[in-house]
């Protein structure tokens, strides 16, 4: 269990638990899964977002369903800070990039870039790190195999066989959508619980239209779920990247360490990739001793294969940077 500022509590941790698995889960069944009226479960949850435990809410979405595949960046900048704040600036400006990440350890500055083909991407990075060629000291540069979503499971980690990990970027496949198709995911992005009244408002179609629409795209895999963004800082938790470099990676290793993400509460990513290291996991945990406790059982799996382990504490994070723009 998360260790939480003292004026939260466990029926806090419930709420902040369901809208992480369904941020569009109305009042009504929210009260009920968690044993409270429903006026004192909006009190509660006006007051996580008042507190800035809940920062916003969000949607997944599966890029490869439209056609895109994931390009991996993480680059060492020099120290010149007001550049390094106008670079960070330009990024989370970008239609193109589904990640930005900032860290202390083993990089400095990690992006996910989407694109329909190598081509795409070798244009749009050059284009970018031309521009801000002088910060730069080391890049280097993954193909995305597939990031599964856990989940933050620490919410409460004594029901964590409930629910299975999204798959994301696995096997790009092209679905032909509208321009309101893309006006919908992009208003989900940004604020994955608007409710459908006022979606349909701000999207000029009838709610019908609408829930049609949205039942589509999450039968097509486009949509994979809602969700709540929280401070993981506000929950006492710290977040690292690791890195997981091997001299051979079997079936076998492969589903050891997906088994042991799925049961350790602390795990909430999983990333597959082409790159020098094979994976990527991200963790969010209470302390930098727990987290080299989890290490440590994770390297008791595979201790013949596993060649070295790398880590960052990530400082920002940013998922569709350029949500309020994407799509355009």
């Not at 941790?13 to 069944?29: G, Y």
């Not at 995305?144 to 409460?156: A, R, Y």
Request: proline letters at 2%; hydrophobic letters at 40%; a positive charge.
């Amino acid at each position: 269990m998360v260790n939480m500022n003292p004026i939260f509590d466990n029926y806090d941790l419930k709420i902040l638990r369901e809208l992480d698995r369904n941020a569009r889960i109305s009042e009504l069944q929210l009260a009920k899964k968690i044993g409270k009226s429903r006026e004192a479960t909006r009190y509660r949850i006006k007051n996580l977002e008042k507190n800035g435990v809940i920062r916003g809410y969000s949607c997944w979405v599966d890029l490869a369903k439209l056609g895109y595949q994931g390009y991996k960046v993480y680059l060492k900048i020099k120290g010149n800070m007001a550049r390094r704040e106008v670079f960070i600036e330009r990024l989370r400006t970008r239609q193109d990039i589904f990640w930005l990440g900032a860290a202390d350890g083993a990089w400095d500055l990690g992006l996910t870039f989407f694109a329909k083909n190598h081509q795409d991407f070798y244009d749009s990075q050059n284009e970018l790190f031309s521009e801000f060629g002088d910060l730069i000291i080391e890049k280097t540069t993954g193909v995305l195999v597939e990031v599964l979503v856990f989940g933050k499971k620490f919410l409460f980690p004594s029901i964590l066989s409930e629910s299975k990990p999204i798959a994301l970027f696995a096997k790009p496949h092209e679905n032909l959508l509208d321009e309101l198709d893309y006006h919908i995911i992009r208003e989900l992005l940004g604020n994955g619980r608007l409710k459908s009244v006022q979606l349909a408002k701000k999207i000029s179609t009838t709610i019908d239209i609408l829930r049609t629409r949205i039942k589509r795209l999450e039968s097509l895999g486009i949509i994979r779920c809602y969700f709540a963004v929280i401070d993981h800082s506000k929950l006492g938790l710290e977040f690292y990247k690791t890195f997981l470099y091997f001299d051979t990676l079997s079936e076998s290793d492969e589903k050891k360490i997906r088994e042991f993400c799925t049961i350790e509460p602390n795990v909430i990513h999983l990333i597959r990739q082409i790159s020098p290291w094979e994976m990527e996991l991200e963790i969010m945990i209470e302390t930098h001793q727990k987290y080299n406790e989890l290490l440590n059982r994770l390297k008791k799996l595979i201790p013949e294969n596993l060649r070295n382990v790398e880590s960052a504490v990530m400082s920002q994070d940013y998922v569709f940077p350029g949500k309020k723009t994407i799509f355009d």
